[in-house]
Nanobody, 133 residues
Framework: QLRLVESGGALVQPGGSLRLSCAVS????????IGWFRQAPGKEREGLSC????????KYGDSVKGRFTISRDNAKNMVYLQMNSLKPEDTAVYYC??????????????????????????WGKGTLVTVSS
């Protein structure tokens, strides 16, 4: 079964840290560009970070640049999002998504506003992050 499963979401105080995990099953993560997205209530989906198939390209949205770090463990078929200096405005449901080598070059990945849901091959169901004191 081909799927992505996010975990690690929690309630955390402002200034705190969390590491989100995206477990990949049914396909090999190193053949896919992986992105992290989030959606807060009443807001559009926002692209946060992505990692290319080659691993040589990472991108970050302006709102998380310098605070979030994406990484991948090919041996474990996992992708992570380390989130530091969390703010209340980071509260959202966080999703990972995968785009195959058939759709994107090895050194590219996408998180821009033009990314549509069907641009990605797979989406997880999300994990909730709440930043509040």
């Amino acid at each position: 079964q081909l799927r992505l499963v996010e975990s690690g979401g929690a309630l955390v105080q402002p200034g705190g840290s969390l590491r989100l995990s995206c477990a990949v099953s049914g396909f090999t993560v190193d053949y896919y560009a992986i992105g992290w997205f989030r959606q807060a209530p009443g807001k559009e989906r926002e692209g946060l970070s992505c990692l290319s198939i080659s691993g040589g390209t990472t991108k970050y949205g302006d709102s998380v640049k310098g605070r979030f770090t994406i990484s991948r463990d090919n041996a474990k078929n996992m992708v992570y999002l380390q989130m530091n200096s969390l703010k209340p405005e980071d509260t959202a449901v966080y999703y990972c998504a995968a785009e195959s080598f058939l759709r994107i070059t090895h050194d590219d990945c996408r998180i821009d506003e033009s990314v549509q849901e069907n641009d990605m091959n797979y989406w997880g169901k999300g994990t909730l992050v709440t930043v509040s004191s």
